[in-house]
């Protein structure tokens, strides 16, 4: 056990390092303002609109960094200050969600592939790290603690699966937006840099999320083959 906490602390630190590494990125580049003006909420449209794409709505969403593609809804969420404001890291997040939208629309692969694992994941989530912790508490009394580590392990390698088909999608939605936001000469070089660096260190969050995920598992793996 004291090798999982290891672990976890060294995700921790990693994650921590990121995220605010990202909220300091965006922070400075919300300090570019755009030469064209535009918020976030005219970009996404726009972007839309030139993919052909007629059936998703942009829509404003409380918080900060929540912006997500909602596919069941067919709604492009942006945050407050992405929705509203007319600066880099505004166009970036928005263009990036569109994304996704885009994604659906074209049948991208690996986006079928998550929205397929969502049910399934969710469930698994839930229940993964109970499951797992039970086992390992029962391995040291009776034979059936050692299939419920095996079960929780299955459980859990469904969420490390899941982290992993996001990596493409995330990737694939940032370099759509990256060429649409090039392509339409939407920023200047300037502009485009901001946006390129604040869609880079977002994507490392789910880097990190994913390799921390695939440490965790492999660890509980090694205590299941372990046993004597």
Avoid at 18 to 35: A, D, I
Avoid at 119 to 144: D, E, N, R
Avoid at 205 to 215: K, N
Wanted: charged share 15%.
């Amino acid at each position: 056990m004291f090798g999982y906490y290891i672990i976890i602390g060294l995700i921790f630190l990693v994650s921590w390092y990121v995220s605010n590494k990202l909220k300091t990125k965006f922070k400075k580049y919300s300090q570019v303002h755009l030469q064209n003006g535009m918020s976030g909420k005219e970009i996404a449209e726009k972007m839309l609109r030139d993919n052909g794409i007629t059936d998703v709505k942009v829509i404003s969403t409380p918080g900060m960094l929540t912006d997500h593609y909602n596919p069941a809804k067919k709604t492009v969420n942006l945050s407050e200050s992405v929705y509203t404001q007319r600066n880099a890291a505004a166009a970036a997040v928005a263009a990036h969600e569109c994304g996704h939208a885009v994604q659906h629309a074209t049948a991208y692969s690996w986006l079928t592939m998550r929205s397929q694992l969502v049910p399934m994941v969710s469930v698994a989530s839930k229940y993964s790290q109970w499951v797992i912790m039970g086992g390992l508490l029962l391995m040291a009394f009776t034979a059936m603690g050692s299939t419920l580590l095996l079960v929780g392990i299955v459980l859990f390698g469904m969420g490390t699966l899941f982290s992993f088909v996001t990596l493409p999608v995330e990737y694939d939605a940032s370099k759509r937006a990256l060429v649409w936001l090039e392509t339409e000469n939407m920023l200047n070089p300037q502009e485009h840099d901001a946006a390129e660096d604040s869609l880079k260190w977002a994507a490392r969050t789910y880097v990190v999320a994913a390799v921390g995920s695939l440490a965790t598992l492999l660890y509980f793996v090694s205590i299941y083959l372990g046993q004597d």
